[in-house]
């Protein structure tokens, strides 16, 4: 069994430009940085290279990076949107120094993600299958979704069961689930462009399913890999809600519950509507199988948001404000799974595997995460064993106040199978900041989406 995550440091490793080596040929800074925070947090036996003692012989050892779409929405390129290609060869080659049994990479990005061209963009292609012949023990990099989707004429059209079930392994929190009580009869849980009617087979009243790769579920070690980034949905995106991509459909994924905040869902905050529109109309067009009545309700949207747009309001309908009560309910779902859960679906009483976590700050994204995010060069990796710990230290380095972020505050609560077993105040930064790291915390900012300003420490 794994031990409980219970240490509270922190690592930080500074990098001197704040900026991404041109070539994974010239990652030696990256190398050092890793092997630094490895050091501090005793992951390193000082001889299998940094991950000596953290990965036993013979162990499965699963990388988990924010791959989540190939190319940023906005203008920005892909620095500020994945976890950068250099933090993932350092981590695979400081794996490959141990004696591990086997090394691989996986993720599970958004549906309309073109997979084979991410890894052409970020140089991981050529990169890998160089790696696989040299290594036997590496192998490869997995896109764990089973959907993969893209929009034609405004209408999705989706390739279903690309990856077969056995592939996965169906969990069921049932009341355990901390969607438990938000959740009623009404099936007003959402998840944007799906069909409602399959979320609420996966979630219901004492029924909280998950499907969750068997890659992962097998493993004997995780090595988290984030991209510190600000989220319209949960605020932040780090440690906690990069497990997302440990789920292989959409549809056992709540993001939001229909409905503005006067209504009782946490879609929009108020009643609105025209956002109530917006929402019957989006669910005509994710539950018809006609492509010209899809592309006819798509018009119809089209329309509508235009008109919200001349009333000024930027949030629209996907929960993307700091009212969203559903989207770290899901996300601390799937750390607990990650944590505590076994690979025939049943959750035990002691973590199950060893989950650590590396985080890609030399260019973090700020804005409209995470699919436009803007370049926020910050020059650093910060890593940790508790996910908890590692997103507060997050949050404060994005400007947060953590304790407005529920995805991160919530981690420290009280529930079955506990992430943190600390409180905020014992976390203790390490490393490179261990000196002043009070100090370099001070008056950070960032640009938060609209819906997540007041969380900031300071405008």
């Known amino acids: 069994m794994s031990p409980t995550p219970s240490d509270p440091r922190v690592a930080i490793a500074e990098v001197s430009r704040n900026e991404y080596p041109q070539t994974l040929d010239d990652c030696k800074e990256i190398d050092d940085a890793v092997t630094r925070i490895a050091t501090k947090l005793d992951w390193s036996d000082g001889r299998s290279g940094p991950f000596g003692r953290l990965i036993p012989p013979g162990a499965r050892v699963l990388l988990k990076p924010n791959f989540v779409l190939h190319k940023n929405q906005g203008p920005w390129g892909m620095d500020p949107m994945v ?15 141990s004696k591990a049994g086997e090394v691989l990479v996986g993720d599970a990005p958004i549906q309309t993600c073109d997979f084979p061209e991410l890894l052409r963009a970020t140089q991981l292609d050529d990169w890998s299958q160089q790696v696989e012949k040299t290594d036997s023990r590496f192998k490869g990099i997995k896109d764990f979704r089973r959907t993969v989707a893209e929009t034609v004429n405004g209408v999705r059209v989706a390739q279903e069961n690309v990856l077969p079930e056995e592939m996965f392994v169906l969990f069921d929190l049932g009341p355990e689930s901390l969607l438990e009580p938000i959740t009623t009869e009404a099936e007003d849980f959402r998840v944007t462009c799906y069909d409602p009617r399959l979320m609420a087979k996966t979630h219901a009243p004492g ?6 790769a068997r890659d992962v579920m097998e493993a004997d070690v995780v090595i988290n890999l984030p991209k510190l980034k600000t989220h319209k949905k949960a605020g932040i995106t780090c440690a906690l809600k990069n497990t997302i991509g440990i789920n292989g459909n959409k549809e056992y994924l709540p993001h939001h519950r229909i409905g503005g905040s006067n ?30 009545t899809a592309r006819f309700w798509s018009v119809v949207a089209e329309n509508l948001n235009r008109a919200l747009h001349v009333t000024g309001d930027s949030l629209g309908i996907e929960g993307s404000w700091d009212g969203n009560d559903t989207i770290w309910r899901t996300g601390l779902d799937l750390n607990r799974i990650l944590l505590y859960g076994r690979a025939d679906g049943t959750m035990a009483e002691e973590p199950q595997r060893r989950v650590v ?43 947060y106040d953590p304790r407005q972020l529920s995805i ?14 600390f409180l905020p105040e014992d976390i203790e930064i390490v490393g490179d900041w261990s000196e002043d790291a009070e100090v370099k915390l001070r008056d950070r900012h960032a640009i938060y989406p609209e819906g997540w300003r007041r969380a900031a420490v300071a405008l």
């Open 207 to 212: 029924r909280h399913r998950y499907l969750v």
């Open 357 to 399: 976590h590396l985080v890609d700050a030399i260019v973090a994204g700020q804005g409209d995460g995470p699919l436009s995010p803007r370049p926020l060069p910050m020059g650093l990796l910060f890593g940790g064993n508790n996910a908890g710990a590692v997103d507060w230290v997050g949050a404060q380095l994005l400007g």
């Open 263 to 292: 209504l009782g869902g946490d879609c929009y905050p108020g009643d609105s509507k025209l956002k109530r529109m917006l929402e019957y109309v989006a669910d005509q067009q994710n539950t018809t199988d006609s492509p010209r």
């Open 83 to 97: 976890t950068h290609q250099s933090l993932i060869k350092a981590t695979v080659d400081a794996a490959l120094q």
């Open 408 to 421: 991160v505050r919530e981690a420290f609560g009280k529930f079955s199978w506990p992430l943190v077993p």
